[in-house]
C-alpha cells in the first residue's frame, strides 16, 4: 500500500463507520437485534482498523516530513472552522473507545436498559467523529489545495 494514501483510506474508513452506525440504529428500531449487533460490532471493527490506519499515517507522516499533523491550507477565514471542527471531533474521537467497549459490552451481556442508557451518549458521539473525520480530510486534502 502507498502509504501516502493513508488519510483517503481514513476517510472511507470513517465513512463505512458512518454508514454501519446509522443502518445499526434502523435495525434495533425494527427490532432486529441480531442485524443490530452485527452491525455494530462491524463498526467497531472497522474504527480499530481505523485507528491502526491513523497511527500509521502519523509515523509515516512524521518519518517523511519531520511533522506530526497535516497544516491546513485553506483560506483565513476557513481557519476557524477548520480548528473548530478539528478540537471537538479530537476531544471526541479520545472518548468513542471507552464508550463503545462499555456500551457493546452492555449489548452483548443483554443488559438492555444499562446499554439503551449509555448507546443514547455513545452512539450521537461515535457518529459526530465519524462525520467530522471525513470533514477534516476534505478540509485538509481536497477542498483546499
Known sequence: MNLDALPGVNAILNSISTVLLITAVVQIRRK????HRMLM???FAVSVLFLAFYLLHKWHLYSTTGAWNTTFQGP????????????THVVL???????AIITIG???????????AIARITF???????????????????WFV
Not at 432486529?32 to 442485524?35: L, R, S, Y
Not at 452492555?106 to 439503551?116: A, E, P, S, T, Y
Open 93 to 99: 474521537a479520545i472518548t468513542v473507545p471507552f464508550l
Open 106 to 116: 452492555r449489548g452483548l451481556r443483554m443488559q438492555v436498559d444499562r446499554h439503551r
Open 76 to 87: 483565513d477565514g476557513w481557519r476557524i472552522v477548520y480548528l473548530a471542527v478539528l478540537f
Open 124 to 142: 450521537p458521539i461515535w457518529l459526530y467523529v465519524s462525520v467530522t473525520g471525513v470533514i477534516v480530510y476534505f478540509m485538509l486534502y481536497r
Open 41 to 43: 460490532l462491524s463498526a
Open 32 to 35: 432486529k437485534v441480531a442485524a
